[in-house]
């Protein structure tokens, strides 16, 4: 194989967020910029030669261009075999299963995940090892510093690859072979889930449901699995081609994006379950007959009825919520008697507890849940979780909802987002409110008594590393509690994110808006950070 070595100039922004690089498809495009950043991939990694790499992205716009670039420079590099979704596509949880069911060495995978896509869009890549988790930080540090010195990449001398037709080819001593995107996961939802049951359940019309694949990369495997094996309706997946930019839309499955599921739920007739996913198809959000489950009641929910779930049937070992994800699960698990983790933000701090058999379910509040199935988060592996738990508790949603609430309480949640804030502004916020955190303590604001205020640090109890400054929480004497953190996806300015929640033992005030039942918080939460007074603005762009 000819292998040419280029000549490059660092970039000094290439350093990976919550989950990878994510950069508008500019910055991507600008010369060496994606060359950099693999071959400083690479050249972090050790004893790769002659193995294998899974390659696959959502589609969106440069997705087939970045495939055609960085097969060349893995080749370059020493792989000995490049695993790719056929047309370039792999959902982030098939890639995950993918790289774990074939033993490959790492994989990298294409995605801004919800960000919209489009040449004036969002790209992203990231790096998941052997596990077929995200690189953990001591990997993500290691490829930033890298891409800050680095002066060359190397890159084969070799045709572009076709991507469409299945199969394996030898290309000048490398094997490329090109999977189908949907089979091995199509397989595994297979057997984790009882299939039977849930083909009776839609078959007999028990269950009606519709799913929104936002133009993004569920959509084959949501025609595969719900309708195919399933027997769902075809109508039923809709926005079911993935689109190079996701048909000019945000594939952000929450009520403003998935609109027309929303309208569609909130109707009358509306089918039992409606579902969407996200860009690259780790998210999901679940909705039923006039019911949004907001996700960290879907977590506490799946958490504590997973055994009727046939891979679950033994029980959980553990469950794990990210740090600003409500503290329902936590209920559950103190009710089950398993240990539940609190980590920081993103789905590579679950991947230890994962490996280590310490949890077998986790989530996050941003429309992210998942198992020890693959290590990543899994849209429609939750969709199938909520499925085949209506099937089996011939329940519908509201009503599986009302129950867990009547048995646990119900942690009132919302999150508010304040969007593309000018970073001075959003790091002056944070530290205004770093030097509350030890006056607070103690203050009365009405009902609410702060009990604790801290920054969030986290050591991972597998293997020690510690996580600094993680977001700063206010903990009130009630259980209520406030958190504020920056974004760590976005590609413009700073997001700050609030999350706010209040626990309501009684049963008769459980139907109470979030919004409204939250006021006082929200209110206080302002005092704190005073965002809207600092920012100018009136409401915050995105609410959850
Ligand atoms: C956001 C979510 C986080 C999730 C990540 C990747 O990160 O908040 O839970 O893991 O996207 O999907 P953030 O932008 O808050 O850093
Ligand atoms: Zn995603």
């Known amino acids: 194989m000819q292998i040419e070595t280029i000549e490059t100039h660092a970039y000094n922004d290439q350093n990976p967020g919550t989950s990878g690089l994510r950069k508008k498809v500019k910055v991507f495009e600008q010369p060496g910029y994606l060359e950099n950043f693999v071959q400083a991939i690479f050249d972090s990694l050790e004893d790769f030669s002659g193995k294998t790499l899974v390659l696959g992205g959502d589609g969106r716009y440069f997705n087939r261009v970045a495939i055609q670039i960085i097969i060349k420079i893995a080749a370059a590099n020493g792989f000995g075999e490049l695993i790719i979704g056929q047309g370039g596509l792999l959902s982030t949880p098939a890639a995950s299963h993918i790289i774990r069911k074939y033993q490959a060495f790492g994989g ?14 969002d790209f992203g890549i990231k790096y998941n090892v052997g596990n077929g988790g995200p690189a953990p930080e001591k990997y993500t540090d290691a490829f930033f510093q890298r891409s800050q010195v680095i002066d060359s990449y190397k890159t084969a001398i070799i045709e572009d690859v076709d991507l469409d037709n299945l199969g394996s080819q030898q290309i000048d001593g490398l094997k490329v072979t090109i999977i189908d995107p949907v089979t091995d996961y199509a397989a595994l939802m297979q057997s984790i889930f009882d299939f039977n049951l849930l083909k009776q359940s839609i078959s007999s019309g028990y269950i009606t449901l519709m799913f929104d694949a936002m133009s993004a990369i569920t ?26 930019d996701f048909g000019g839309h945000h594939p952000d499955p929450n009520l403003a994006h998935a609109h027309e599921l929303a309208e ?50 033994k029980g959980l070992s553990g469950v794990a919520r990210s740090m600003p994800t409500s503290q329902a699960v936590d209920r559950v698990a103190a009710c089950y008697n398993i240990p539940c983790y609190e980590t920081p933000t993103g789905w590579k701090f679950f991947g230890n507890l994962l490996d280590a058999g310490k949890i077998t379910l986790c989530g996050e509040e941003s429309f992210g849940t998942g198992s020890d199935h693959v290590r990543e988060k899994d849209g429609l592996w939750a969709v ?3 499925l085949n738990l209506i ?11 009302h129950e867990h609430w009547q048995k646990f309480g119900r942690d009132i949640y919302c999150r508010h987002d304040y969007e593309a804030v000018e970073t001075p502004v959003a790091n002056a916020i944070v530290d205004c409110l770093r030097q509350q955190i030890t006056t607070l303590p103690g203050q009365s604001f009405g ?10 640090c986290y050591e991972d109890p597998i293997d020690g590393s510690i996580s600094k400054n993680q977001g700063i929480r206010i903990g009130f004497e009630n259980g209520s509690r406030i958190v504020f953190r920056l974004s760590g996806t976005g590609t413009v300015g700073a997001t700050l994110r609030i999350y706010i929640e209040r626990f309501e033992a009684d049963a008769t005030r459980h139907n109470q808006d979030a919004q409204v039942a939250l006021a006082e918080l929200i209110e206080l939460a302002e005092q704190f950070c005073e965002v809207k007074k600092r920012t100018g603005r009136v409401a915050p762009d995105v609410t959850t």
Do not use: C, Q
């Not at 495997?221 to 926005?239: E, F, Q, T």
């Not at 007959?289 to 009727?308: G, Y």
């Not at 099937?391 to 909802?401: H, S, T």
């Open 108 to 121: 990298l995978i294409l995605s801004a995940s919800h960000n919209p896509g489009g040449p004036n869009e």
């Open 219 to 244: 959509g084959p495997y949501a025609k595969r699995i719900l309708v195919d094996m399933l027997g769902a309706a075809p109508d039923s997946v809709i926005n079911a081609e993935p689109l190079e």
């Open 264 to 313: 569609r739920m909130f109707s009358a007739g509306a089918p039992t379950f409606g579902a969407a996913s996200d860009g690259d198809g780790d998210r999901n959000m679940i909705t039923g007959s006039n019911i949004f489950v907001t996700p960290s009641d879907s977590l506490a929910i799946m958490a504590a009825n997973a055994h009727l779930i046939p891979a679950y049937a």
């Open 384 to 386: 199938l979780f909520w």
């Open 391 to 401: 099937a089996v508790k011939r329940m519908p949603v509201a009503d599986i909802v």
């Open 447 to 456: 009902e609410y008594v702060v009990k604790y205020a801290d920054e969030f």
